[in-house]
């Protein structure tokens, strides 16, 4: 436990509510920019989330040396101070290497671990499984599972999540599966299954107002780096039951979330577009001091900023 | 350069003929078996190979802790000591990474490095291509692509692949990538371009000898671990014209590699059929000492391991 | 125009609420059930839908003879006898042979006409576009692009079908895409253009109290033809805004959906284990006399049948 | 039996060597030219070729009315006229449809059916292989697979292939599935079954060589259409042990097939810049009268006629 966190009470068994993944700002010689990340962080908790998730997809993890790593999440662990807890990402392609960074997370006083399945490595259902009833019995925090297919090339069926849900294996799911089918199957069988505080997050920006109507545990939406006071109003209006609000802020939002067409599809592509249009905003808006991003993305150009900058204007951010 | 190697004469520029991608053999714990790899070295340069690839696929360098990656890498270049050229994957997901690892390859002693596109980051050609070029600027050993799409979901396009060959980017490919129409144009559309001394190999076992016929480099067939005297007898056929032997050799170990169907479908799949296999052949043989292999894959078992022993029978291995 | 429809009134040019695909009941050698279809339609008609939709992929479309085809679309439009709109799949592989479907469909009376992007036939965005635009020319009835690319390996990208709304080319869209984020982009997008009259529609069982919250025009449910009056009731939840209730009615109807993981997936795949469900399960309630199911698909046997049953009774439809 | 055909001796039991799949020429209001076709075929038979394949993909068999299909084959059997056998496709969605189409080739004349896996219908494999033994015990002619897992999604393991072959449900397979590792795989399989007179062609224009050396029975390229003297030569090279003669030509052919490259890939793709390719130098060489091809695909343009003028002339056709 960091010494930090002394004295501050994080709920550390549940977890609930709107989570952001943290990017990860950088100087423009492409290092860690710490005061900026502090800005940031800040201004998440201030905007009224419930908790932080560092290191993951958008975070830049897997572009990430593992000392800058180790520098983000002390940053975020540091600045969040206890007041909301900081879920870790812990994303390598194969089990001995989650567990480095599991444990790590561990001892810079992260409250939960994120990991994905294997990744490269090819592998099936059955090395799945094992793989995180291995990376669960290595650490002692809980363990969120990442379903991420399009970055690991295989969805985690719900028939593997509600095992390890009903075995304790895991604690939650943060679900980038672009599958709301079966994201929506999963809610309901886990109520069938009695399975009641299970953390199951949507990662789709879009979808967050359906989700959380269909019982989904809260969001983790890359979009919230840029606007976490919408999302905090949109969790709000969900939970007084203002569903005609809630509709129209995420209609605001999704209108928000075009930010990721602005850079040129002539010239790039994926994350350039995705985390890449993230840190323009935040920079248009003052949150960080540069765009920069890891090789071999490129920071977005004046005239995708400009057009982030028109969107940003149009949904009342700036 | 490794003090082990001065005096040694190493053709650091051209990379041809046989290089069989090196297992990693495992203590029953998990840990490099550095004695069983001296073993395995040896054998592959007694039979007759010209290189070594250290820290490939079949390697589990994605499922290593660096401190394993640096130790396989030290032992194999100090076994082969200068004998054959020895070249070293740098496979990570993005590019400050790989970076890390190419150094430390660089300063272990290797002869080349190998990386492949960027992976579980999304990324489209512009990024694929500003990878490799950024770390061909940043390493002084030659670099060759590793084109593995069933890895890193995509293909590197013939496209790509001549830009970076006329440019000096890259000084050769390791073709794994299941599309052997598209290797076969490359190898013409580099003759046409005129780029002669290009590392064009193929990683596919059962092609060998008519991807040689065609002008490929060499061959990097994991399948050489087991029966590297028989990839040897492949080779020489090919380049003494004596295509009906060729054939025949080449019809064996298409048998041989049904090794890779030993395990059981219903309990095992991708890399614990592949490597698993592998590693059960060479310890039937008594080249390594367990089939032990990295989490999450499974060793084979031993009616699984029974199945391998008699395809070694039926090829005349045992 | 059929004759058994003058005198009826109904709406052509706007399709919403609920519109079952209905399937194709056949005789045990595999003719089409006329006495079956019947009734099944009268059933759905009674329940409350909106609409029908024949000559979907659940009616076994593309494994239907022509003459069998122009069958059924002659029973359901004469069984709906001007009650609902009947909506008409035209799903060929390209546009000559859907020019021919469509134009069978507007002289046996339909009153809208369905096709997909074309399938077995390599295209890209061009000729996907000049698809649509092609046949709606050539057909005088509202044509509505049905994206399913599961099936035809391509999705209807927003951008595309934005372009055919404003242009009047198609007056709809049936999703099947299993992209709910790119759908509610659409929804969005359609509103902020201005596009007022589009009939978007989920064809995702489990997620229409959502997509109708978010704006949807309706439903095109494969499951609803087990139970009609259940999807009734969740869009009349909807509409009167008793959110609740909607939710309750969708879990259930989420539940009963189960039923597609009654066949045995050892020997059972695709669509023996949709539309061979959707069959059983009618025939169960007593609605239709088989469960045969067009070659090379197999009814579901004895024992899968049994598991169907459980699940009916388990939401209260037995 | 044809009645042109009585007298004829065509060995209708055994396929090998150079079976071209023929375009099918359209006048510019896109119905069948006749005067066209017989010309192309007439072509292709005084070229030397052992067999034609009619109504495959390149042949647009997918994009043409049953009416325009039927008039195809009755000109290709009728202008073949016993020279050579005709193996038709019967390439429908399913089975029944299948039927339909190969009892129609069975009447017109032909000597053999191909058909592919079911497409735009979700299977499995136990499905497909219903599909396959179905459609064998319906026809008379022998029956061929076409292997296309780009046009219908999934591949035809070999596993399957070796049991049909062995079960005698089929005489041969057309492999077109872009994995030349299971080709050569397959042949050997074959080989160590027992199985001697199966009919294994390969669809890959540039692997010609390789797979005839490899075993293979022939080759089925659509190159062909524009090249057949080029590949009559190929195939007597390797025949006569003329290895060096036959990678030269192959290298040649592989030249050639950049005309598939021709057309701008920002407004065409997939059979637009294939089959519109082929069909644009078989006009530039005078042997059909237009490059139209069916909608929705476009032909190619004078810019785009121009770069394959000039390929036809850098090859020495022109």
Chains 1, 2, 3, 4 share one sequence.
Do not use: W
């Not at 550390?12 to 709107?18: I, M, N, V, Y």
């Not at 505080?197 to 789709?204: E, K, M, Q, V």
């Not at 509709?247 to 209108?255: D, F, I, K, P, V």
């Amino acid at each position: 436990m960091n010494d930090e966190l002394e004295g501050h009470q994080v709920n550390t068994t549940t977890f609930r509510g709107l989570v952001p993944p943290v990017i990860t700002p950088l100087t423009t010689d492409r290092q860690v920019d710490t005061a900026s990340l502090e800005r940031l962080v800040d201004r998440l908790i201030t905007a009224g989330v419930d908790g932080l998730f560092a290191l993951g997809s958008s975070g830049e993890t897997v572009l990430l040396p593992d000392a800058a790593r180790d520098l983000v999440l002390e940053v975020v662990i540091k600045t969040a101070d206890g007041r909301v807890p900081v879920i870790a990402g812990a994303i390598e392609p194969a089990t001995a290497r989650v567990f480095e960074r599991a444990r790590q997370a561990e001892r810079l006083g992260a409250h939960a671990i994120v990991t994905t399945a294997p990744f490269y490595v090819l592998v099936g259902p059955h090395e799945i499984e094992r793989h995180f009833r291995t990376v669960a019995e290595a650490v002692e925090l809980p363990l969120l599972a990442y379903d991420i297919p399009v970055c690991v090339r295989q969805k985690l069926s719900n028939e593997l999540l509600l095992r390890l849900a009903r075995d304790g294996v895991i604690a939650g799911v943060k679900d980038s599966s672009g599958d709301d089918v079966a994201f929506r199957q999963l809610l309901v069988d886990l109520r069938d299954a009695g399975v009641d505080d299970f953390a199951a997050f949507t990662g789709h920006e879009v979808m967050v107002d359906a989700m959380l109507l269909a019982g989904a545990a809260g969001s983790v939406p890359g979009l919230a780096n840029v606007d976490p006071e919408g999302f905090v109003r949109l969790h709000r209006a969900v939970v007084s039951g203002d569903i005609a609000g809630a509709r129209a802020e995420q209609e605001r939002l999704t209108r928000l979330f075009k930010i990721v067409d602005a850079a040129d599809p002539a010239t790039a592509a994926g994350m350039t577009r995705g985390a890449g249009a993230f840190k323009t905003a935040l920079q248009v808006l003052g949150v960080i001091s540069t765009n920069a991003i890891s090789l071999p993305l490129r920071p977005l150009d004046a005239a995708e900023t400009a057009r982030i900058h028109a969107i940003l204007d149009s949904v009342g951010l700036i």
